[in-house]
């Protein structure tokens, strides 16, 4: 059974910082790209960050210079680090793995259950 369980979400007040974790298992993880997707009320599921095996990352626009990507192959488990945390980063984040280095649902073949993220004024 293939899964990926999100956790390390929470409220924060903007300007704060917050870790997200994805423990993955059930398929081979070394072999996949990881990312990170968000969804917010109201509107659809957008890509935040993605990283190979290596370690290459592509992030999104909106949270460049803010979120930082990145992987322990050897525990299975994928982070993002949220810094510099805005009101409109507030959605629900959703873990992922594909087999492209992108940022479209397409491309995601497992999906995680998703962790609420909130960010206060």
């Known amino acids: 059974q293939v899964q990926l369980v999100e956790s390390g979400g929470g409220s924060v007040q903007a300007e704060g910082s917050l870790r997200l974790s994805c423990v993955a298992s059930?398929?081979?993880?070394?072999?996949?790209?990881m990312g990170w997707f968000r969804q917010a009320p109201g509107k659809g599921r957008e890509g935040v960050a993605v990283i190979d095996s290596g370690g290459a990352a592509i992030l999104a626009d909106s949270v460049k210079g803010r979120f930082t990507i990145s992987r322990d192959n050897a525990k299975n488990t994928l982070y993002l680090q949220m810094t510099a945390l805005k009101p409109e980063d507030t959605a629900i984040y959703f873990c992922a793995a594909g087999r492209v280095h992108w940022l479209r649902t397409e491309h995601v073949t497992y999906w995680g259950q998703g962790t609420q993220v909130t960010v206060s004024s």
């Open positions: 059930g398929f081979t993880y070394n072999n996949y790209y």
